[in-house]
């Protein structure tokens, strides 16, 4: 907020240290968590509790970002990509 309303190099430098020191705060976070679930892990694979050492983590050490499309479809089940059909196809959905 002291960066909207005054924009001097001195608050753009406060600014940056902040943002600096919240990403290294969340990626140690981050590191603690992964840490903790892989020790977890290891000791459930050691009383045989899970079959697969790593059967409770794969998803979360592979998921990405992935943004979503709302690409609306026909009635044929045919995807409309060009904007003048996509709106003409919300116009007919809600009239």
Known sequence: ??????ST????????????????HLRNKKKE???????ELEINSKIKKI???????SNDFK????PRTNIP???KDDLFTDSHTI?????????
């Open 33 to 39: 968590c992964l840490k903790a679930k892989i020790d």
């Open 9 to 24: 190099h001195n608050s753009v430098n406060n600014l940056d240290n902040i943002r600096h020191e919240a990403s290294g």
């Open 1 to 6: 907020m002291q960066w909207l309303q005054d």
């Open 51 to 57: 079959p697969l050492p790593c059967g409770g983590c």
């Open 63 to 66: 998921k990405v970002y992935q």
């Open 73 to 75: 479809r026909g009635e």
């Open 87 to 95: 709106l003409a196809r919300w116009r007919n959905h809600f009239s």
